[in-house]
């Protein structure tokens, strides 16, 4: 592989075509800004690398302090951007770049009956006829287990008897 001419033929491609900053950095992002960040990135490393109590609260102090000059900043940029702009148009078209006011509402399709996609969903699902439940029960019945286990049976629940179950779980154990 020549280098050289790999070197000069690179030199000559237009790179803004092949590769272009999609989002650019935030406005309010400024280089105090930045250093704080990475000093908080440092703090972060230096306390999962020695999870002691002073590297916790000196991280969780930079991460607030941060935190709280991104979030002025950004307000500043706002109201500095929204105060300065005459033009209305060009305000909501701001306002709806970061999400506010009106948002385009998602209007179900009339082709789907809500009742039936209510019953679908809180009704139990329920073996229809004996054929597949025997068909079922004689497929488990039939097949090898390493140890002496009961015979499995099907049996229906009553509401009751689901309610008493699901509150009868100890989730804390979970």
């Not at 406005?27 to 908080?40: F, G, N, R, V």
């Not at 991104?70 to 709806?96: M, Y």
């Not at 004996?130 to 099907?154: E, G, R, V, Y």
Request: proline fraction near 3%; charged fraction near 25%; include cysteine.
């Amino acid at each position: 592989m020549d280098l050289d001419r790999l070197y000069e033929d690179a030199a000559k491609i237009d790179w803004s075509m092949v590769f272009n900053a999609y989002h650019l950095p935030a406005p309010c992002l400024t280089a105090d800004i930045k250093a704080l960040q990475e000093q908080k990135n440092k703090d972060k490393k230096r306390y999962k690398t020695n999870a002691s109590l002073a590297n916790w609260e000196k991280y969780k102090n930079v991460r607030n302090f941060c935190n709280m000059v991104c979030r002025n900043a950004q307000r500043r940029h706002i109201h500095k951007s929204i105060t300065e702009e005459t033009d209305p148009g060009k305000v909501w078209k701001f306002l709806k770049s970061l999400r506010v006011g009106k948002m385009k509402q998602c209007i179900p399709s009339n082709s789907v009956d809500l009742n039936d996609l209510n019953s679908f969903f809180t009704n139990s699902c329920t073996i229809h006829g004996t054929t597949k439940s025997n068909n079922t029960l004689s497929h488990l019945s039939a097949i090898q287990t390493p140890f002496d286990f009961s015979p499995f049976n099907f049996c229906q629940l009553s509401e009751c008897g689901v309610k008493k179950n699901v509150l009868a779980v100890n989730y804390s154990r979970m």
